[in-house]
């Protein structure tokens, strides 16, 4: 039995998905989770249910792993809240991004004759910062 000796207040690690690009399949990170409650064959991360036994999810879902076991040959449960945070930074800039390209390609063209250079100026600068704020140059 994989978590035989689980208590309330143990990490396990549960798989987290974030669809980076917006399209094509999600990627999983490993997010450590606080067990919640036990029984003699199950245990509770919140209100998800898991066996003990192999921790599987009841009902079906995502498995529940303990740090260090082995998934496959090649890889091993690790906490992976680093990469979550920087994929969901991405995510956050990749929607950011894809708004603006909306908002500019459904903007009618300005006649930059008719637009005095104050504003102009204002408008350079708020790109700017968009632009910093999506490669995390601006403070």
């Known amino acids: 039995m994989i978590f035989e000796d689980i208590k309330p207040g143990d990490s396990v690690l549960l798989e987290e998905l974030v669809h980076e690009n917006g399209w094509g399949s999600p990627s999983g990170y490993l997010i450590p989770k606080k067990v919640t ?3 003699d064959k199950q245990f509770r991360v919140g209100m998800l249910k898991f066996r003990k036994e192999d921790g599987r ?3 079906g879902g995502p ?3 303990k740090e260090g076991q082995e998934i496959s040959f090649y890889e091993v449960a690790t906490d992976q809240t680093e990469e979550y945070k920087a994929a969901k930074l991405r ?3 990749h929607s950011r991004l894809k708004i ?3 908002v ?3 903007t009618k063209p300005v ?3 008719t637009v005095d250079s104050y504003e102009l100026h204002k408008l350079l600068d708020s790109l700017e910062h968009i632009y ?3 490669v995390g140059e601006d403070s």
Do not use: E, F, H, P
Request: aromatic share 4%; glycine share 4%.
């Open 100 to 102: 603006i390209c909306n």
């Open 111 to 113: 006649d930059l004759k």
């Open 104 to 106: 500019l390609s459904n």
């Open 132 to 134: 910093n704020t999506m």
């Open 91 to 93: 995510l956050s800039q």
């Open 57 to 59: 999810q009841i009902g």
């Open 37 to 39: 409650r036990v029984t």
């Open 63 to 65: 498995l529940a792993y």
